[in-house]
């Protein structure tokens, strides 16, 4: 199983920009399509983007569409979520987990999350 660690949560003004790493471990990383999702206090988890093994197809949540962008580096064994224009209801904490792509989206593997990080943006 593919160990998970997410970074690069951190506080931000609305308008803003960070970037999420997922780190995985292991050496068939670059078999898995790989999602992110995030969860609010009080809410679902819900999907934010998906991108298959290669990076060819990537999908996204119509709420993040023109404003995320996942891509993935597979020498590094890593996945990224750049987050541009940030609104106060991205805060969230966020998950990558590996998954399968089933054309729409990337459906994730249950229980292979990683820890989360967490993202606040302040109006």
């Known amino acids: 199983q593919v160990q998970l660690v997410e970074s690069g949560g951190g506080l931000v003004q609305a308008g803003g920009s960070l970037r999420l790493s997922c780190a995985a471990s292991g050496r068939t990383f670059s078999s898995y399509a790989m999602t992110w999702f995030r969860q609010a206090p009080g809410k679902v988890r819900e999907f934010v983007a998906g991108?298959?093994?290669?990076?060819?197809?990537?999908y996204y949540a119509d709420s993040v569409k023109g404003r995320f962008t996942i891509f993935r580096d597979n020498a590094k064994n890593t996945v990224y979520l750049q987050m541009n224009s940030l609104k106060p209801e991205d805060t969230a904490v966020y998950y990558c987990a590996t998954g399968i792509d089933i054309g729409t989206s990337v459906a994730p593997h249950n229980g292979n999350w990683g820890q989360g990080t967490q993202v606040s943006v302040s109006s």
């Open positions: 991108i298959n093994w290669s990076g060819s197809r990537t």
